[in-house]
């Protein structure tokens, strides 16, 4: 069961819905039933899951429906179809109470705007939504301290919002959101209202702090570069649909359709892409023990000067040249052990392309991807790598 389930969720704004559906189950457009019945299609079909702990992003363009269907999932927007399960609980069936408890202890929101209450000052902010879980002062007050602790705004309780900077108020009401110790966090464009340093600056920490508290989060934003740093997997909306689900690195090196390609274009791939997304398997390996016969062989089956020595275990060993392994066998070795270079160009699977540029600048040879025991992923060539640099799709 996966934290939140939204199954073929609809929006449709105006007077009537029934025949608005009605006109989309016949393949009829946004436009055409607008003209048609004066409703506004906002979700014509959502269907998604979000994971326990993962940053989902919901990112599209203004108007493609992202608002309404984070809306959608604690009904401060009413869906005209489907549904919407958290923790296995239908949100669309729950009674006015069971909603109210949804929305006040399983979700906290973060708004744009920072949402705050002017004339309370910082600590009151955060404890407004512990009051509305029916917190006592004394119960509340530890919490807030702890939530603003997190957020780096010790020692600013007593402040009116105002007195503080866009990035600060953005952290109380981040505070707030994380005092109701609500398992899941829904943003709405949280940091779009703040300068670019700030911004980036929140990006970071809400990373950081995601670390730490493992939320479940869902993230709206209409910025891609914000999308490709914060999302563990992302949803791009079109017209209400989703045009695409999937990782920052599925949706920049396969896209579903031109919209796709075309948004993902300028995106500078070589901080969003890692190692693991370009590495290939190598043609083949070799086992010290094989010997320089073997190595040789296969150097020559897959058209190759070097090739890498894994253990029976698949751990990296080393790697071969022809030049040597043939000199071994002129010699009538048996053992690869003294041809063997050990000192690699490695690299962790989740490494950047825009690192591992500096890395093949220092080397001819491919570059081993490597797990943290040390278990061989794969290779990563210089020729795959300025492919991938330069976009070309595999
Ligand atoms: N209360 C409403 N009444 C009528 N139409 C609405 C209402 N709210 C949104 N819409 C329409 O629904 C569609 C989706 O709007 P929505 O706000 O969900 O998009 P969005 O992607 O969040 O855009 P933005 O980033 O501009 O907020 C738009 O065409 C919008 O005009």
Redesign the pocket.
Known sequence: MEKIEVRGLR?I??GHPERAIALLEQGKSKQHILEETGC????QEASFDVKAGEIFVIM????????????CLNRL?EPSAGSVHVDGVDVTRADRAGLLDVRRRKMAMVFQNFGLLPHRSVIRNVEYGLEMQGLERSASRPKAMQALELVGLKGYEEKLPRELSGGMQQRVGLARAIATDAEILLMD?AFSALDPLIRRQMQDELLELQSRMNKTIVF?T?DLDEALKLGGRIVI?KD?RIAQLGTPEEILTRPADDYVRAFVEHVDRTKVLTARSVMRRPESVVHPKDGPAVAVKRMRESGTSTLFVTSQARKLVGLVRIEDALKLLAEDKHSLEGALVTDLPTTSPDTPLSKLVAVAATTQIPIAVVAEDQSFLGIVSRATLLASIAGEQS
């Open positions: 929006k704004y105006g506004t299609v906002a979700i599209g363009l203004s108007g493609s429906g992202k608002s309404t269907v984070l809306r927007i464009e709206i209409h909306m209400g």
